[in-house]
């Protein structure tokens, strides 16, 4: 093992937030079972957002939901499938006016991989005969911040909650004139756990030298699994914050529960509702990902995901005692589940 590779280990070793899920999760998984018990249903997550396939845990199509939320609130967004010819493609971004640079990601989606900026048609062609599943293509999101919102409100109420704000530091780099981006990138440890990654997409620009002050952006959009910085940002929270988001909430039909991930301008027309896009919209696989700021301890993680549980089981318990939405049915999940796995690999092997 070398130097570098020892260093990382144990950077990672001695951070929780590069854990394996399954040691992370493994008391919750618990207490998951306890809420499956008393729901007699291990599916019950299903009736938390009744409008979203599975409640939004798994195999929940990213346009599907796109069509629940008001199209101001979101970039334009075109689904395109895996047997759709090159010369459909031009056509789709002739009809819908897309200009490059534009962000294509799988439809079913897999914490952030295979998402890719797309600068060119050449680049756009290439990702779609890499592809094996079906992906969405969206404008680019001008806006320089951004966050993830978990948002919580109990179905016979018109007032929901914001339980946490997660700020996300993209891969970026600033240039002394002297360093290249290679060496920029290994002066940060979180940065270096993603190098392998990064060359493979941006290589070619590895040895380039940026100027004093000059930044660039390898990875523009706020993924915590490929190498984002999660920090803390719920001391923004304040009422008049809460009743935008609640706002928009109330607008997408049959959603509780999840985490709205939005790309804005500043906090302060962030707050009036102004100025900002969806990027997400996550339900019941989301997690509120403020956890993962290196500042909290992993018994911080843990209590905020049990509170979070509690809060799935109640909004899914209500929904299905008095507006009738279906806990999902074992044999049904258990399909579902397989084929999340197999859509997993699809992404993984892109």
């Known amino acids: 093992m070398t130097l570098r590779a020892l260093y990382i280990f144990w950077h990672k070793l001695t951070h929780w937030e590069y854990w394996p899920l399954h040691v992370v999760y493994f008391p919750i998984y618990l207490l998951y079972g306890y809420y499956s018990i008393k729901a007699k249903s291990i599916c019950f997550f299903n009736a938390v957002n009744p409008s979203i396939k599975n409640g939004g845990l798994m195999m929940e199509s990213k346009k599907e939901v796109y069509n629940l939320i008001p199209k101001k609130y979101y970039a334009k967004t075109v689904l395109i499938h895996t047997k759709t010819t090159s010369e459909e493609i031009k056509s789709v971004l002739m009809k819908e006016k897309l200009a490059f640079p534009l962000i294509a990601k799988p439809d079913i989606g ?27 293509i969206q404008d680019f999101i001008p806006f320089p911040n951004e966050i993830g919102v978990f948002y919580v409100r109990y179905p016979d109420e018109t007032k929901g909650i914001i339980t946490g704000i997660v700020s996300k530091e993209t891969i970026t780099v600033t240039g002394d004139g002297i360093s290249s981006v290679e060496e920029l990138l290994n002066k940060t440890p979180r940065f270096q756990i993603q190098l392998k990654t990064l060359q493979k997409e941006y290589g070619v620009i590895f040895n380039k030298i940026l100027s004093q002050g000059e930044k660039l952006n390898l990875m523009p959009f706020g993924s915590h699994s490929r190498g984002a910085k999660f920090t803390d940002f719920s001391h923004i929270i304040t009422p008049q914050l809460t009743k935008s988001i609640n706002n928009i909430c109330l607008q997408i039909n049959g959603f509780y529960y999840g985490r709205l991930d939005i790309m804005y301008n500043t906090v302060n027309e962030l707050e009036q509702g102004k100025n900002l896009i969806i990027v997400e919209l996550n339900g019941a696989k989301s997690e509120p990902t403020h956890i993962y700021d290196p500042e909290h301890s992993l018994f911080f993680a843990w209590k905020t995901l049990a509170k979070h549980i509690k809060y799935m089981f109640k909004i899914s318990q209500i929904n299905h005692k008095n507006k009738g939405a279906p806990y999902l049915k074992y044999h049904i999940g258990i399909r579902e589940m397989q084929a999340h796995f197999v859509q997993n690999k699809k992404i993984l092997q892109f």
Do not use: T, W
């Open 110 to 136: 897999l914490r952030g991989s295979a998402v890719q900026k797309i600068h060119s048609e050449k680049e756009l062609f290439d990702y779609h005969q890499k592809a094996n599943f079906d992906y969405l």
